[in-house]
């Protein structure tokens, strides 16, 4: 009878779990009765078996669930939401139940009435209006029957690997056996034949580690759907890759940050309806969890187009709270930014709220990724959504390791703990000792530093070859250097726990049994440095900080400048963030207008800062600057090189286009200022179209047509013959005539238009005093009240 | 029903263990040592593919290492999930013991005292019940800790 209980209560949580997706995703399409067969058929075989096993409670509940959805499934009743909640919170009991009656626990009764009432109440709004109270999950999940399973109690699988791991053993010595005695084929054919087996013995049972993901996404639907009503958010779900594979405890261990993830996301990155509508998306928002094999890794990637990650408030908050000073913020890289949401005590949510937020988060989610060996990532796109990447080995028992070598034995370190490995009589490192703490810098950085034998308290052979230094960094402290006798193999190990007795020590990880047969130990970066009290990570990085503050300040502050020959063959320097790029241009392309300089790029016209516009050459080099909202263009005969020059030159020159003279490598050059550069540029942006174009009205006029339009569109000037038949002048336009009779048409236009007139007559002098006409071969006249009507 | 006792000494006392504790007795061959841990810790050594937790329990309970050329002997124990291999000097027998039980007599040695728990009589001989998981979580892990 016990038996029996126990077989009913394990597979009732068992299908409980798999059904909670499935009420879910029937709720989202109530029409899918292959979804309500399969709930009806729970609550029918949990009916039926405690009909025999004498549990009277789970029989009224499942009952009542019962008969709603065969009401449901007679359609006499519509799925509608508040039944959906009534029937997951049946759901809820009967799982609770099932918990009470496998410890033997006793368990109130009186909710169970509360929860049937909540069933059988038809509330007529409901059936009027199912969509307004709903913000409904739609949850895509691939409805497949899975694979036929048995139930195995885990000591046995474990009695079986233990036996397989012994099997290889004993393989592995009759191995080395065989090869101490002559050699006789059959015998090795024979041998050969076992060792397969033997292996792909291994790789079968190692296999009944594994589990499908979907274990794992199991409880996601309800969580999405549920959490989804609470706060009013529309969440469109979408789970792939349940069918992939990893091992059974890396599940368990996995489950806790992915649903803190999963929490985060729902609270903080999907939006509100209507501030998703307001952010021009669409109302419900999408969440994806996508799992996939890796080579030897699971990743799983969980993607929201919700807010994204607000790294300003991230630093205002971490500012805030102390853990960084406004200068380091500044400082920061975007990535680096991002990273602070990993610190402890720091959240973006704006306010408490029961579901996340109360800054025990991420650095929590790391932290438990990290112990089992994965790596979180991050890629987030401030308003558009946030991609958390999870990547976890396959496997928590092989992990790839380097044996190391120390005081006489050998020690295993995870790959991925070891940032590089040097050997000390290498150049780029250097090790100095001061008050008893060993330093080691690589390559400028200065790392603390330990010998692998003093922190476990071993004696240090004398040893002939270089010893090997390794940079090691653990999942969450700053990394530090190891010496070790030697580094001498790479190998996947298997890696098992070791005694709490070995553990407390603090500097293992586990424990491993290679081909040898001799035991060897896993060594705990993090431990080894708790053990060393090597200085622990925020002290550290204060340090660090304090240090280039002071480095800042002392130093004379440098900015990287470009150094270039001046077309007039000065050598001078320009501070190179101004520079957008350097091309050649060619020397065509340059031209005067109204006495300034210009040239013609990509359809526009932009100035050109040192006045040059005649170049002895057809390709000129040309710096492209831009301050904030203008360009210009800067023509030099060579670009020489990048230098670092002194913020402040060493001579200061406040007026001018040179703000002073640097000296770099021996050499005086003069500093360009930039503020001068562009304060010189003329205020009107140089578009051609904005400028006014020459209307010559007396278009019949030979020498208007030959003389003087080919002078003016020299000069870089739009040249219309003859008045426009529609009259579309523009008040900046410039009429120029001839002869007096057009002379009156244009006058009429002009008044009508606002536009300049400018006449031109064929004598020299002047008829009189107030004739305001031009010279037409006055040249600098005649550009002048043309560009002065543009003015 | 009568318990089935193993006989043993360590570091010179003659001790009695529970048969249901034993797992099994060893010929200890090759120890790898586990630096950094009290002298309590002998090492580990593999069983198969097991691999032992192998504890010098008189270092634990005299405070000083066995030397080298007398580590011998094991016993085998299960202790919460973990795999132990407790050193001791000789086993001498296996036996049920008709009398049972019996309450501690005379003044106990200090060392001693945290890991008796009882007397049994056997050959006329008095041998200090001790507990094998009394060793590790009592004395072993507490010292680590």
Not at chain 1, 595 to 602: E, N, Q, T, W
Request: glycine residues 8%; charged residues 25%.
């Amino acid at each position: 009878m016990d038996d029996l209980l126990q077989e009913f209560i394990s597979e009732t949580q068992e299908t409980l779990e798999a059904l909670a997706g499935e009420v879910v995703a029937w709720e989202a399409d109530p029409s899918d009765s292959d979804r309500l067969d399969a709930i009806f058929r729970f609550f029918h075989t949990v009916k039926g078996s405690c009909g025999f096993l004498n549990l009277p409670r789970f029989e009224r509940l499942s009952h009542a669930a019962e008969d709603v959805l065969a009401e449901i499934r007679a359609g006499n009743r519509l799925a509608d939401p508040a039944t959906v909640s009534a029937v997951l919170g049946l759901m809820d009991r009967i799982g609770e139940l099932a918990e009470a009656v496998a410890v033997g626990a006793a368990l109130p009764s009186e909710n169970d009435d509360y929860l049937i009432a909540a069933l059988v109440a038809r509330p007529e709004a409901n059936a009027i209006h199912p969509e307004t109270a709903a913000a409904p999950v739609a949850a895509r999940q691939a409805a497949q029957a899975g694979p036929r399973t048995i139930r195995l109690p885990l000591s046995l699988i474990d009695q079986l690997m233990n036996g397989v791991s012994d099997m290889v053993l004993a393989r592995n010595e009759l191995s080395r056996k065989l090869r101490e005695r002559t050699a006789d084929p059959e015998l090795d054919n024979v041998f050969e034949r076992l060792s397969t087996c033997v292996a792909d013995m291994r790789d079968v049972i190692s296999k009944t580690r594994m589990q499908r993901v979907d274990r794992l996404f199991a409880a996601i639907p309800r969580m999405v759907r549920d959490l989804g009503r609470e706060l009013g958010k529309q969440i469109d779900l979408n789970l792939e890759g349940g069918d992939v594979e990893m091992d059974r405890e890396m599940v368990e261990m996995v489950v806790d940050p992915l649903t803190h993830i999963v929490r985060n996301s729902i609270d903080h990155g999907i939006e509100t309806p209507e501030q998703r509508r307001a952010a021009g998306k669409p109302e419900s928002g999408k969440l994806r969890l996508e799992a996939r094999q890796s080579g030897n890794q699971i990743v799983i990637a969980i993607s929201d187009d919700g807010a994204g990650i607000d790294t300003a408030r991230l630093v205002d908050k971490a500012v805030a709270a102390g853990r960084l000073t406004p200068d380091a913020a500044a400082r920061m890289s975007e990535e680096d930014r991002l990273n602070l949401i990993f610190h402890p005590g720091l959240s973006t949510a704006a306010q408490v709220t029961a579901i996340s937020g109360r800054g025990v988060g991420m650095d929590v989610v790391r932290a438990n990724v990290e112990r089992i060996g994965g790596v979180i990532a991050l890629d987030n796109h401030p308003g558009q959504g946030l991609c958390i990447t999870l990547r976890v080995p396959l496997t928590l028992t092989i992990i790839p390791g380097l044996i190391v070598r120390a005081g006489g034995l050998h020690f295993a370190i995870p790959r991925s703990a070891v940032v590089e490995i040097l050997h000390d009589n290498n150049d780029t490192l250097q090790i100095s000792e001061v008050g008893g703490a060993k330093i080691a810098t690589i390559r400028q950085v200065r790392h603390s530093m330990v010998d692998l034998e003093d922190v476990l308290g071993m004696t240090r052979p004398a040893q002939s070859t270089p010893r090997a230094i390794m940079v090691v960094r653990s999942a969450t402290g700053v990394p530090f250097a190891m010496g070790v006798s030697a580094v001498d193999n790479h190998e996947e190990l298997v890696i098992r726990p070791a005694s709490p007795l070995v553990m407390a020590s603090g500097v293992y990880a586990g424990m491993t049994l290679p081909d040898n047969g001799k035991p060897m130990l896993l060594l705990d970066a993090a431990g080894l440095a708790n053990a060393a009290k090597l200085p622990n990570i925020l002290d550290d990085r204060a340090a660090r900080q304090a240090e280039e503050q002071a480095g800042a300040q002392t130093g004379v502050e440098m900015v990287a400048a470009l150094r270039f020959e001046e077309l007039s063959g000065e050598k001078r320097l320009l501070i190179l963030s101004l520079i957008e790029r350097v091309e050649d241009i060619d020397a065509s392309l340059f031209g005067r207008s109204g006495g300034r300089a210009f040239v013609r790029l990509d359809g526009r016209l932009v100035p050109v800062v040192n006045g040059l516009s005649d170049f002895d050459r057809d390709k000129v080099s040309a710096l492209r600057l831009r301050d904030d909202v203008r360009e210009a263009c800067y023509p030099v005969a060579a670009v020489l090189d990048i230098v670092q020059m002194p913020m402040v030159p060493d001579m200061v020159a406040m007026h001018g286009l040179l703000s002073g003279v640097a000296v770099i490598d021996g050499e005086h050059l003069e500093v360009i200022n930039p503020f001068a550069l562009f304060a010189a540029l003329p205020q009107d942006d140089l578009v051609e179209s904005a400028r006014g174009r020459c209307l010559l009205a007396d278009a019949q006029d030979g020498w208007t047509r030959e003389i003087l339009a080919p002078l003016l569109r020299q000069a870089g000037h739009e040249v219309v013959l003859g008045l426009p038949a529609d009259a579309l002048l523009d008040p900046r336009d410039v009429l120029l005539c001839t002869g007096v009779d057009t002379m009156q048409a244009a006058g009429m236009v002009a008044d009508l238009t606002g536009c300049r007139v400018v006449q031109l007559r064929a004598s020299p002098r002047a008829a009189g005093p107030s004739d305001m006409s031009i010279y037409r071969y006055d040249q600098d006249a005649l550009m002048a009240a043309i560009a002065g009507g543009q003015g | 029903m009568e318990k089935l006792y193993l006989l043993a000494t360590l570091a010179g006392t003659r001790i009695a263990v529970e048969a249901g504790e034993v797992e099994a007795v060893v010929k200890l061959t090759e120890i790898s040592p586990v630096p950094g841990m009290g002298a309590h810790v002998a090492g580990l050594s593999a069983l198969r593919s097991r691999v032992l937790t192998v504890i010098d329990v008189a270092a634990l309970v005299r405070g000083v290492a066995s030397p080298q050329e007398q580590r011998g002997l094991a016993i085998i124990a299960n202790i919460s999930g973990h795999s132990y291999g407790l050193m001791v000097d000789t086993v001498s027998d296996i036996c049920r013991v008709p009398e049972g039980e019996l309450p501690l007599r005379g003044q106990i040695d200090a060392a001693w005292a945290p890991y008796a728990r009882a007397l049994i009589e056997h050959e006329g001989q008095p041998w200090l019940l001790v507990s094998l998981a009394g060793f590790i979580e009592g004395g072993a892990l507490a010292q680590a800790a």
